[in-house]
């Protein structure tokens, strides 16, 4: 019998095959890369987390671990085999297809912003713009002083993240398949 870990690599490696643009990536993201996310989160503070692009549920694993009481998570993952497994999985989170429907989503949960919104969305092969939607309805929906934090395979979105938030930090993650460059934003 497999693993869940391995199901997952065979899922996400199966939806990469199907359709390359939408998925992003050959594999999930490591646990390297996991810990540079969420570096420097204060659980503590977040009252309210969401998640675009949730693919197989690494961060989405993360954020069930960490959050505490109160907090709420809402988790975005367009293809539905991969919604529903989460959904599964995590019941007392909150889910939906679209993350350009973030705002309207928060407003439906009663807290009309997130503190800290992640992102595994393959924004530099999504139609340029869907990208320009997302990042808007992202800006829209941060709450003062929160972050919005997003993993690329290439530095060419580094310009479009500048011009939707003021200041953007740079790392990579090298201990990743495809290493992957972390942008860390805020208003």
């Given at each position: 019998m497999f693993?869940?870990?391995?199901?997952?690599?065979?899922l996400f490696f199966r939806k990469f095959l199907a359709s390359p643009r939408k998925t992003g990536s050959v594999t999930p993201s490591s646990r390297y890369l996991t810990g540079k996310?969420?570096?420097?989160?204060?659980?503590s503070k977040i009252r309210c987390i969401a998640e675009l692009g949730a693919g197989t549920g690494v961060f989405t694993d993360y954020i069930e671990r960490h959050r505490q009481s109160g907090c709420k998570a809402v988790i975005f993952e367009q293809?539905?085999?991969?919604?529903?497994?989460?959904?599964?999985?995590y019941p007392d989170m909150n889910f939906a297809a679209e993350a350009e429907l973030l705002?309207?989503?928060?407003?439906?949960?009663?807290t009309g912003s997130a503190d800290l919104i992640i992102s595994g969305l393959p924004f530099s092969t999504l139609p340029r713009s869907l990208t320009l939607r997302i990042l808007g309805c992202v800006r829209e929906s941060l709450?003062?002083?929160?972050r919005f934090v997003a993993f690329q395979y290439s530095p060419a979105l580094l310009p479009l993240f500048r011009r939707f938030f003021p200041e953007v930090k740079v790392s990579l993650e090298l201990r990743?398949?495809?290493?992957?460059?972390?942008?860390?934003?805020?208003?």
């Open positions: 693993s869940a870990a391995l199901s997952d690599r065979l996310i969420f570096k420097g989160a204060d659980w293809d539905n085999r991969m919604r529903d497994s989460l959904m599964l999985r705002p309207w989503v928060l407003s439906s949960l009663g709450a003062e002083g929160g990743n398949l495809p290493p992957a460059l972390i942008f860390d934003c805020s208003l």
